[in-house]
């Protein structure tokens, strides 16, 4: 490809429900016996890790039973991609992600999150990834570039993702990348603020359809 991008889905669950006349009457009040407890819920189908997506994954400075913590990013498009699906490497593609967009399993965690103190999304809204310098490493992995733009910062990074389908009019990848959120000035270094319970350690995790434009 000329131009590559770099460096969650629906639950359904049943519920087996008996007749009405199949249930117990109910105990007499003061017989003592306890209502019938409800059942416990199916657990959630896995989500297809082949499905699109971006995820963010942190962990705290002392490791919690929680991490590692999954931000998934519900808003992120190919803004443009400029590539050869036949013939991948010297593709370019920009991406952006709406770093609004994401949730957690908390919704204080999401707010703190999302305020001054970390990601400040009132003021820096958007990332960008703009990926270049594609190269063939072995098979369906190859090696580029990733100028990424968040945070009021803008950093390159190395990176590598696999080609997992390969279309006439699109190419799908996945990918992972370690990186440190004191790369773009994220929240504060736990080493200077003993307060500062996360861990500077970040990886993102993407799948991403990545169709042809003009």
Do not use: W
């Amino acid at each position: 490809m000329k131009n590559l991008v770099v460096c969650v889905a629906l639950m359904s669950s049943l519920v087996a429900c008996k007749k009405t006349d199949d249930k117990k009457p109910e105990a007499p009040a003061g017989s003592g016996s306890a209502p019938t407890p409800a059942p416990a819920p199916a657990p959630a189908p896995a989500v297809d890790p082949n499905a699109d997506h971006i995820t963010v994954l942190a962990r705290h400075k002392e490791a919690k039973p929680i991490d590692p913590v999954h931000l998934n990013f519900e808003k992120f498009k190919v803004v443009k991609a400029e590539f050869d699906p036949k013939k991948i490497e010297g593709g370019k593609a920009s991406i952006e992600i709406d770093l609004s967009s994401f949730h957690t399993d908390s919704d204080k965690r999401d707010a703190h999150v999302k305020s001054p103190a970390f990601l400040d999304v009132g003021k820096f809204a958007t990332a960008t990834i703009d990926v270049g310098n594609v190269k063939l490493q072995s098979g369906t992995t190859y090696a580029a570039d990733a100028n990424v733009s968040a945070h009021g910062v803008s950093k390159t990074l190395p990176v590598t993702f696999d080609v997992i389908e390969q279309k006439d009019d699109h190419i799908k990848i996945k990918g992972k990348h370690a990186f440190s959120r004191q790369d773009f000035s994220v929240g504060t270094d736990p080493a200077k603020d003993a307060e500062q319970q996360v861990s500077n350690d970040l990886e993102i995790e993407l799948v991403l359809t990545i169709p042809v434009t003009k």
